[in-house]
C-alpha cells in the first residue's frame, strides 16, 4: 500500500548542495542527508576536511570546493551537479563565519573591512546560492503537490538578540531571517520553499577553541535541555523541513528556549 505523504517532497535519490557542508552544522547535515538517500554536493572552501567527509560516506557524496560569495565559483558549482545529475532539488545553506567586534572600543572603532566581508560572507553568500539554486530547481519537473525544491538558510538567534560585539554577525544573520519570507514568497509561483533556522549556541567549530569550563557554562544558559546544541538536531529538523511541505517561508528557532542576555 502506498503511503499518503508520497505525494511530498522525499530524500531518497534527491540532489543537494550543502554549503559550507565540510564541518559543524554542514558537515551534520550532510551525514543526515546521505543516511537518508539522498544524493550530496558540499560546496565549501575546506578541501581536506570536505573530501575526508565524501570519502568517508562514499559515491553519493562529493566535494566541489566553492566560494560562496563569488558569482563564478557558486555558478560552477551548481553547473558541475547539474551536468553530473541533471537536477537540484535541495540547498541548505550552512556556509558562514563569526565576528566579536565592539562598534566603539577605548582604541578604535569597528573595521569597516571586517563588517563588509562578515556581510559578503553569510548575507550575500546565501543569497548567492539561493538564486542561483532556484534557477535550476524551477526545471524540476514537480511532485503531485506541485513542488520543484526546497531551499533552507541557516540564521542565529543572534539575528533577534546579538550580544555586544556580534553588530556583524547579528546583522548578517538578521539579514537572512529577513530574506527569507520575499524569497519563499517569489519562488512559491514556481513551487519551491525556502526556509531558515536559527540556531542557538550548538557545538560546532566555532566553539571549539572554547575552554571546557566556558563550554559548559554556555550550555547551562541554555532552560532545557541545558547543553550545547548537537549539530545532528540541526540535521533532523533540516529533514524535517524538507519533508513537510506545510512549512515555508519561516525562520525556526532551534535554541532550547534560550533568550541572550546583551553580554
Same mark, same amino acid.
Given at each position: 500500500?502506498?503511503?499518503?505523504?508520497?505525494?511530498?517532497?522525499?530524500?531518497?535519490?534527491?540532489?543537494?548542495?550543502?554549503?559550507?557542508?565540510?564541518?559543524?552544522?554542514?558537515?551534520?547535515?550532510?551525514?543526515?542527508?546521505?543516511?537518508?538517500?539522498?544524493?550530496?554536493?558540499?560546496?565549501? *572552501?575546506?578541501?581536506?576536511?570536505?573530501?575526508?567527509?565524501?570519502?568517508?560516506?562514499?559515491?553519493?557524496?562529493?566535494?566541489?570546493?566553492?566560494?560562496?560569495?563569488?558569482?563564478?565559483?557558486?555558478?560552477?558549482?551548481?553547473?558541475?551537479?547539474?551536468?553530473?545529475?541533471?537536477?537540484?532539488?535541495?540547498?541548505?545553506?550552512?556556509?558562514?563565519?563569526?565576528?566579536?567586534?565592539?562598534? +566603539?572600543?577605548?582604541?578604535?572603532?569597528?573595521?569597516?573591512?571586517?563588517?563588509?566581508?562578515?556581510?559578503?560572507?553569510?548575507?550575500?553568500?546565501?543569497?548567492?546560492? *539561493?538564486?542561483?539554486?532556484?534557477?535550476?530547481?524551477?526545471?524540476?519537473?514537480?511532485?503531485?503537490?506541485?513542488?520543484?525544491?526546497?531551499?533552507?538558510?541557516?540564521?542565529?538567534?543572534?539575528?533577534?538578540?546579538?550580544?555586544?560585539?556580534?553588530?556583524?554577525?547579528?546583522?548578517?544573520?538578521?539579514?537572512?531571517?529577513? +530574506?527569507?519570507?520575499?524569497?519563499?514568497?517569489? +519562488?512559491?509561483?514556481?513551487?519551491?520553499?525556502?526556509?531558515?533556522?536559527?540556531?542557538?549556541?550548538?557545538?560546532?567549530?566555532?566553539?571549539?577553541?572554547?575552554?571546557?569550563?566556558?563550554?559548559?557554562?554556555?550550555?547551562?544558559?541554555?532552560?532545557?535541555?541545558?547543553?550545547?546544541?548537537?549539530?545532528?538536531?540541526?540535521?533532523?529538523?533540516?529533514?524535517?523541513?524538507?519533508?513537510?511541505?506545510?512549512?515555508?517561508?519561516?525562520?525556526?528557532?532551534?535554541?532550547?528556549?534560550?533568550?541572550?542576555?546583551?553580554?
Amino acid at each position: 500500500m502506498q503511503s499518503p505523504y508520497n505525494i511530498y517532497m522525499q530524500i531518497k535519490d534527491k540532489i543537494a548542495i550543502v554549503t559550507g557542508g565540510a564541518s559543524g552544522l554542514g558537515a551534520a547535515t550532510v551525514r543526515q542527508l546521505h543516511f537518508s538517500g539522498a544524493h550530496v554536493y558540499i560546496a565549501d *572552501l575546506k578541501e581536506k576536511e570536505g573530501n575526508d567527509l565524501a570519502n568517508e560516506l562514499g559515491s553519493q557524496v562529493t566535494f566541489i570546493e566553492t566560494d560562496v560569495s563569488s558569482n563564478t565559483s557558486m555558478n560552477q558549482a551548481i553547473n558541475t551537479v547539474l551536468e553530473q545529475k541533471k537536477s537540484l532539488h535541495l540547498l541548505v545553506n550552512c556556509a558562514g563565519i563569526a565576528l566579536a567586534e565592539k562598534v +566603539l572600543s577605548k582604541e578604535k572603532t569597528h573595521d569597516l573591512d571586517r563588517f563588509t566581508h562578515i556581510l559578503q560572507v553569510n548575507l550575500v553568500g546565501t543569497f548567492n546560492a *539561493l538564486r542561483l539554486s532556484a534557477a535550476a530547481m524551477m526545471n524540476n519537473q514537480p511532485t503531485e503537490e506541485g513542488e520543484r525544491g526546497v531551499i533552507i538558510n541557516t540564521a542565529s538567534v543572534a539575528a533577534f538578540e546579538g550580544q555586544i560585539g556580534q553588530a556583524a554577525y547579528a546583522a548578517s544573520k538578521g539579514g537572512i531571517a529577513a +530574506l527569507t519570507l520575499p524569497s519563499a514568497r517569489e +519562488l512559491a509561483h514556481w513551487g519551491i520553499r525556502v526556509l531558515a533556522i536559527a540556531p542557538g549556541i550548538f557545538d560546532t567549530p566555532l566553539l571549539a577553541g572554547l575552554p571546557e569550563k566556558a563550554r559548559a557554562s554556555l550550555g547551562q544558559q541554555v532552560p532545557f535541555p541545558s547543553r550545547l546544541g548537537r549539530p545532528q538536531e540541526y540535521a533532523l529538523l533540516v529533514e524535517h523541513i524538507i519533508s513537510n511541505i506545510m512549512l515555508n517561508g519561516e525562520t525556526i528557532r532551534l535554541d532550547g528556549g534560550l533568550r541572550m542576555a546583551p553580554r
